[in-house]
């Protein structure tokens, strides 16, 4: 299963029943929403609206709403497939292969990965229709408002594309834009972000401007790679390749000097002003609540490019669960080994949806000696974007993690907070609310692992309630007897 551009992905879930086309005529103001999060709520499908009142572009939406359709736009039938590749190819890393049959099959996974490498090309259906000058206008896209009181229409699944301007690597990001006028948008990269990491170098370099290209649509998996916590030197574009197991096929945009995946529907070409910031949101955010307004850096438009028939692709998030739930779900699913490379003892790990990501991360470990949870949260706070987590909670390796009522039971039963409860000050998101500073303020860790002598528990920690296999056979044999 690999899907060249948005449209086959679309026909794919068409033809499994996952996507509805919607003939009604819908307004893209607060309307698309409703009807969408009453759809998600239900479990339900992908949403093509055709006929988005003033608009002839089609919008899809909810495309990756559920674990199902975002394995399938990962080209899975279920996400577990792609930590388990992830795995061998750390493995591969970390044990060189023996004896000749390893060692081709190792080569030839190799070729495979370099041969999934972006690759450029001259020329791409995403500039199908090349519009510059008075010509390029954003208010031909139909943006949703989301919510009631968002600040205006934002553009909410485009792939920010930008350059290191020291090194010159590429970063791709899923950051919002808030369109303020045909040619001028918001550009929502958070402080913790790579996109705004570069913002900050090409200031610190005093450059006039910074280029940026934005994408949207696209073949599922490079749609989804800009949501990626990945570190900043590595290329969403090229781990989009791993995971599809062929070449995203990029091409040069026409008014700036950087590549975008030729198989898009719509590219925005522009740049950032460094210095030039403006008023950006409110927004209805993932939080569940509005961030509110607040200054960011301004995307300036200098071209726009699309393919013949193209189709709008946006999302809405809000109250949790929502559809970038299952977008980060993924990433959790495909990041486990990676984190499991610096941090032996990690099990498992869930970021519950209520908790937004970073407000609430949930991992279970093998514990072998004293102070081991306690290490295990700072390794975490120390590690990329898990530097934002507001609250870990460590359980022990048997405690399936992704049972949240079991986690909450563990929690209670265990703990002790004047000893298990460790606070800590560092980097909070630029979204987190309650913090008396903004992006700074307090982190919570809670060991709700099962106390020893280890720990300097002296008293005796009770078993688990836990039926014997004896009777429990016993049961399951005569069950049909009972009559229940
Ligand atoms: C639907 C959706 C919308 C998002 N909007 C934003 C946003 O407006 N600003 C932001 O900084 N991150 C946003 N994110 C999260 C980033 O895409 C994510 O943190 C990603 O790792 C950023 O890429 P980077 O690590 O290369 O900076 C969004 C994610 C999703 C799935």
Same mark, same amino acid.
């Given at each position: 299963?690999?899907?060249?551009?948005?449209?086959?992905?679309?026909?794919?879930?068409?033809?499994?029943?996952?996507?509805?086309?919607?003939?009604?005529?819908?307004?893209?103001?607060?309307?698309?929403?409703?009807?969408?999060?009453?759809?998600?709520?239900?479990?339900?499908?992908?949403?093509?609206?055709?006929?988005?009142?003033? /608009?002839?572009?089609?919008?899809?939406?909810?495309?990756?709403?559920?674990?199902?359709?975002?394995?399938?736009?990962?080209?899975?039938?279920?996400?577990?497939?792609?930590?388990?590749?992830?795995?061998?190819?750390?493995?591969?890393?970390?044990?060189?292969?023996?004896?000749?049959?390893?060692?081709?099959?190792?080569?030839?996974?190799?070729?495979?990965?370099?041969?999934?490498?972006?690759?450029?090309?001259?020329?791409?259906?995403?500039?199908?229709?090349?519009?510059?000058?008075?010509?390029?206008?954003? +208010?031909?896209?139909? #943006?949703?408002?989301?919510?009631?009181?968002?600040?205006?229409?934002? $553009?909410?699944?485009?792939?920010?594309?930008?350059?290191?301007?020291?090194?010159?690597?590429? +970063?791709?990001?899923?950051?919002?834009?808030?369109?303020?006028?045909? =040619?001028?948008?918001?550009?929502?990269?958070?402080?913790?972000?790579?996109?705004?990491?570069?913002?900050?170098?090409?200031?610190?370099?005093?450059? *006039?401007?910074?280029?940026?290209?934005?994408?949207?649509?696209?073949?599922?998996?490079?749609?989804?790679?800009?949501?990626?916590?990945?570190?900043?030197?590595?290329?969403?574009?090229?781990?989009?390749?791993?995971?599809?197991?062929?070449?995203?096929? %990029?091409?040069?945009?026409?008014?700036?000097?950087?590549?975008?995946?030729?198989?898009?529907?719509?590219?925005?070409?522009?740049?950032?002003?460094?210095?030039?910031? =403006?008023?950006?949101?409110?927004?209805?955010?993932?939080?569940?609540?509005?961030?509110?307004?607040?200054? /960011?850096?301004?995307?300036?438009?200098?071209?726009?490019?699309?393919?013949?028939?193209?189709?709008?692709?946006?999302?809405?998030?809000?109250?949790?669960?929502?559809?970038?739930?299952?977008?980060?779900?993924?990433?959790?699913?495909?990041?486990?080994?990676?984190?499991?490379?610096?941090?032996? *003892?990690?099990?498992? $790990?869930?970021?519950? #949806?209520?908790?937004?990501?970073? +407000?609430?991360?949930?991992?279970?470990?093998?514990?072998?000696?004293?102070?081991?949870?306690?290490?295990?949260?700072?390794?975490?706070?120390?590690?990329?974007?898990?530097?934002?987590?507001?609250?870990?909670?460590?359980?022990?390796?048997?405690?399936?993690?992704?049972?949240?009522?079991?986690?909450?039971?563990?929690? #209670?039963?265990?703990?002790?907070?004047?000893?298990?409860?460790?606070?800590?000050?560092?980097?909070?998101?630029?979204?987190?609310?309650?913090?008396?500073?903004?992006?700074?303020?307090?982190?919570?860790? $809670?060991?709700?692992?099962?106390?020893?002598?280890?720990?300097?528990?002296?008293?005796?920690?009770?078993?688990?309630?836990? %039926?014997?296999?004896?009777?429990?056979?016993?049961?399951?044999?005569?069950?049909?007897?009972?009559?229940?």
């Amino acid at each position: 299963m690999r899907f060249k551009d948005l449209r086959e992905f679309i026909s794919f879930l068409e033809s499994k029943g996952e996507l509805r086309r919607i003939k009604a005529s819908v307004s893209r103001e607060l309307e698309i929403t409703e009807i969408t999060d009453r759809v998600i709520a239900a479990g339900g499908p992908a949403l093509m609206f055709e006929n988005v009142d003033g /608009y002839d572009i089609p919008l899809v939406i909810n495309l990756f709403g559920s674990h199902q359709r975002m394995a399938w736009a990962l080209g899975v039938d279920h996400i577990d497939e792609l930590t388990d590749r992830v795995r061998q190819i750390i493995g591969m890393a970390q044990t060189p292969p023996t004896g000749i049959v390893n060692k081709l099959r190792t080569l030839g996974e190799l070729a495979g990965l370099a041969r999934s490498q972006p690759k450029t090309v001259r020329s791409g259906p995403c500039q199908d229709v090349v519009l510059t000058g008075d010509e390029a206008d954003v +208010n031909m896209l139909p #943006a949703l408002k989301c919510w009631p009181l968002d600040g205006g229409r934002y $553009i909410t699944l485009p792939l920010v594309i930008s350059r290191d301007p020291d090194s010159g690597r590429r +970063n791709v990001g899923i950051y919002r834009m808030q369109i303020y006028d045909g =040619r001028t948008m918001g550009m929502h990269w958070q402080s913790h972000k790579v996109g705004a990491r570069h913002y900050r170098i090409s200031e610190e370099k005093g450059q *006039e401007r910074m280029e940026v290209a934005v994408a949207l649509g696209g073949d599922p998996t490079t749609m989804w790679s800009g949501s990626m916590p990945l570190p900043p030197d590595m290329d969403e574009i090229g781990v989009a390749g791993v995971i599809r197991g062929e070449a995203v096929e %990029m091409v040069r945009c026409k008014t700036v000097d950087l590549e975008v995946p030729a198989q898009s529907e719509f590219v925005l070409e522009g740049y950032v002003v460094p210095g030039e910031l =403006r008023s950006e949101g409110p927004f209805g955010d993932h939080t569940g609540y509005y961030s509110l307004a607040e200054d /960011y850096p301004v995307f300036h438009l200098t071209a726009i490019t699309h393919r013949k028939d193209p189709i709008y692709p946006t999302t809405f998030v809000g109250r949790p669960p929502k559809e970038d739930y299952f977008m980060g779900k993924a990433s959790e699913r495909i990041m486990l080994p990676a984190l499991q490379m610096t941090l032996p *003892e990690l099990v498992d $790990i869930n970021m519950p #949806a209520e908790g937004i990501f970073l +407000n609430l991360v949930i991992v279970s470990i093998k514990k072998e000696y004293a102070g081991q949870a306690s290490k295990v949260m700072h390794a975490l706070w120390g590690l990329g974007l898990m530097m934002l987590a507001k609250t870990i909670v460590v359980v022990d390796h048997y405690v399936d993690v992704q049972n949240v009522s079991e986690v909450a039971w563990r929690v #209670a039963t265990n703990l002790d907070p004047g000893r298990d409860i460790l606070f800590t000050e560092g980097p909070l998101d630029d979204l987190e609310q309650a913090s008396a500073r903004p992006r700074y303020g307090t982190k919570m860790g $809670i060991d709700a692992t099962a106390k020893g002598p280890m720990d300097g528990f002296q008293r005796e920690w009770p078993p688990d309630i836990v %039926m014997s296999d004896e009777i429990r056979r016993l049961v399951d044999g005569k069950w049909g007897d009972y009559g229940i």
